[in-house]
């Protein structure tokens, strides 16, 4: 077989675009996975059972991620993971587990549960809002709570304490 020096330069400029297309898709990255949060350890867990005092758990779990004092406190520790294709694109969650401790009022374990995606349990842990206690009321609820005295004081407030 005889090689002409035309096939020889269209042989050399295919070697060169392959090796270029091959190490330029070398650096990107075709996805990545983020894994963020607290990783459940069964070991540790099985160290704190219902009725196992709240010093007991941080020895046992260490501190947890966030927590509620709103009807009892809570312990919570999250662990998220997420996805992201192309390293310019937001990451997507695609895996979320929450170990939640509940305390009664004496600071005593009084419920494990375990929460995931599935559950429908989201944790949103970046929100910039804090949950309130009591009801939401309406602007006519407002005014009308706490029957006549409630209301007139409310009318007699908005026009100034007449």
Request: with cysteine.
């Amino acid at each position: 077989m005889r090689f002409y020096s035309s096939d020889r330069n269209i042989l050399r400029v295919a070697a060169v675009a392959l090796v270029v297309s091959t190490t330029g898709l070398a650096g990107c990255t075709t996805g990545e996975v983020f894994h963020n949060g607290y990783v459940v350890d069964k070991q540790a867990l099985e160290l704190v059972p219902v009725g196992s005092s709240r010093e007991q758990v941080l020895l046992s779990l260490g501190t947890p991620s966030t927590t509620a004092t709103f009807d009892g406190e809570v312990f919570y520790y999250i662990s998220q993971q997420r996805t992201r294709s192309a390293a310019f694109m937001k990451p997507r969650l695609v895996d979320q587990q929450v170990l939640a401790i509940y305390f009664d009022k004496e600071g005593v374990v009084s419920q494990r549960a375990n929460y995931t995606m599935q559950d429908g349990k989201l944790f949103d842990t970046i929100s910039r809002t804090t949950p309130t206690g009591g009801k939401d009321l309406t602007f006519l609820q407002q005014i009308l709570a706490g029957g006549t005295a409630g209301a007139a004081n409310s009318v007699r407030n908005m026009f100034g304490g007449m």
